[in-house]
Every structure is written in structure tokens, then in C-alpha cells.
């Protein structure tokens, strides 16, 4: 490459600055080409992209369902919470609302450590036909129904029979609340005497 100053040939310096504003000028021109391109299709990117979109949301929300369903628990009292996975707004049902969407958790067994903590008393009255008391729910759940065992031994300690109750409950965590069933062959309690019989607590069910 000739230089046009003195008509010798070009230094190196100055033939790579010729080849830089070559590549320059090609480069704006082909930012002019493709800027035309997608003032062409601009609309029609856009489109695709919204349909792109709509798809992916699609194939996400369609195995799940637009709502989330979920559970909360406070002092007892089973909640329904309805999330939008879109949005994220969550709307909550209480059982008192009788909404179609309300349901409550199945009540079950206390864990040992939990049935532990109930404790209570209680005797026979009614001239024997009743078995009453109060127990205190020294737990986290809400007590729904308890299973008790009342057995009758002979003056030898001796097991004459035993049976077992079930009552329903609503006694809330760290409080107490009465109960009391009908019982069969309450009158051999009573002639017994307090010494030849016991109860015991076997199960209690609720709700954490």
C-alpha cells in the first residue's frame, strides 16, 4: 500500500489504521442493516414473544393449577389458604364461613409425649350411671375426643372386668374443661369402693 504523503510504502502503524476504519465502516453498516430488520419485524417479535410467553405459563400452570391450596393452625382452629401462584394473593376460609373450599383436618392420636401432659380426676355420679371429671389439656393440640379405660378388681386385686369409653372433647391447649359420659354397671363401682377401681386415660385424639 502506497502512501499518499511520500508515495513509498506505508508504515505498519499507520496501515492498521486503514484497516480499523475499514472495519468501522463495515460495522455501522451492518448496525444500520439489522436495526432496519427489526423496525420490519418488530411487531411480529412481538407477538412471538407474547405467544412464547403464554406457552411456558401454560405448560407451568396447567399440572398445578392456578391456586395453591394450604393449611393453618392457630390455637386450635384448622384455616384453608387459597394462594394465586400468579399473583401471590392469599385468601383464607375459616369453617365458620361455610364455604365450599372449608374442610377440617382428620383429629389424631396424641403422640406419647403429648398424652402425657393431660392430666385430670374424676369419680362416678349419678348414683353410679355417670362418669364425670375435668381434664386439664397440658399439650400443643386441641383435644376432640379421649378413650378412657375403667377397670373393677375383686377384695384380691383381681380384674373383674374392664371397659373402655370414648367422649367427645373441645379443650384447648393449656386449659381444662369438664367432661362426662353414660357408664354400664356403675352401682358395683359404688359397692366396691374407691380402692377395688381405677381409670386411665388411654388415647386422646386432636388436632396440632
Not at 506505508?10 to 427489526?38: D, E, M, T
Not at 353410679?128 to 373393677?152: H, K, V
Not at 374392664?162 to 363401682?189: C, M
Request: net charge positive.
Amino acid at each position: 500500500m502506497a502512501c499518499p504523503v511520500s508515495g513509498e510504502s506505508c508504515p505498519n502503524w499507520l496501515r492498521q489504521r486503514g484497516q480499523v476504519k475499514i472495519l468501522w465502516a463495515r460495522g455501522v453498516r451492518a448496525i444500520a442493516s439489522l436495526r432496519w430488520l427489526f423496525q420490519a419485524l418488530g411487531g411480529w417479535l412481538r407477538v412471538l414473544l407474547a405467544l412464547m410467553f403464554l406457552i411456558l405459563l401454560g405448560v407451568w400452570l396447567i399440572p398445578q393449577g392456578l391456586f395453591e391450596l394450604g393449611t393453618v393452625s392457630d390455637r386450635g382452629e384448622t384455616t384453608l389458604v387459597r394462594s394465586n401462584r400468579i399473583t401471590g394473593k392469599a385468601t383464607y376460609f375459616r369453617a365458620a364461613d361455610a364455604h365450599p373450599f372449608i374442610f377440617e383436618a382428620e383429629p389424631t392420636p396424641l403422640p406419647y409425649g403429648e398424652l402425657a401432659k393431660v392430666t385430670g380426676r374424676a369419680s362416678y355420679s349419678d348414683f353410679g350411671r355417670t362418669f364425670s371429671g375435668r381434664l386439664y389439656n397440658g399439650s400443643n393440640w386441641r383435644l376432640t375426643s379421649a378413650t378412657f379405660d375403667i377397670e373393677l378388681k375383686d377384695p384380691r386385686k383381681k380384674t373383674l372386668w374392664k371397659r373402655q369409653y370414648r367422649t367427645s372433647l373441645n379443650i384447648l391447649p393449656l386449659t381444662a374443661d369438664d367432661f362426662s359420659f353414660a357408664i354400664l354397671e356403675g352401682f358395683q363401682l359404688i359397692e366396691a369402693g374407691e380402692s377395688r377401681w381405677s381409670w386411665t386415660l388411654e388415647e386422646a385424639k386432636g388436632m396440632d
